[in-house]
């Protein structure tokens, strides 16, 4: 049964850091190019960065350049987001997902809230 199962999410105030997990499992984690993706309340699910393969090469959409890097362990099977200088628009639900830069690929797990906030 494949499974990604994310951890990591909660309140912070806006400039502060998180860092989020994806576990996976049920499938070669190392074989997969990786995404997260967020979706905040009342807009559309949209891809925030990826990360290929190997880890050697990533990708960041606009609005998280320079304050989220993405990484990942492929002995651990886990994919992370560090995110950073964290702002109010950075709330949403964040979902880990396979594939390169896709919104939605064949799996996903069930999110994280992450909330900014004062």
């Known amino acids: 049964e494949v499974q990604l199962v994310e951890s990591g999410g909660g309140l912070v105030q806006p400039g502060g850091s998180l860092r989020l997990s994806c576990a996976a499992s049920g499938f070669p984690f190392g074989s997969e190019a990786m995404t997260w993706v967020r979706q905040a309340p009342g807009k559309g699910a949209e891809w925030v960065s990826a990360?290929?393969?190997?880890?050697?090469?990533?990708n960041y959409a606009d609005s998280v350049k320079g304050r989220f890097t993405i990484s990942r362990d492929n002995a651990k099977n886990t994919l992370y987001l560090q995110m950073s200088s964290l702002r109010p628009e950075d709330t949403a639900v964040y979902y880990c997902?396979?594939?390169?830069?896709?919104?939605?690929?064949?799996?996903r797990g069930q999110g994280t809230q992450v909330t900014v906030s004062s």
């Open positions: 997902t396979t594939g390169w830069r896709v919104v939605f690929g064949t799996y």
């Open positions: 990360i290929n393969r190997s880890g050697g090469a990533t």
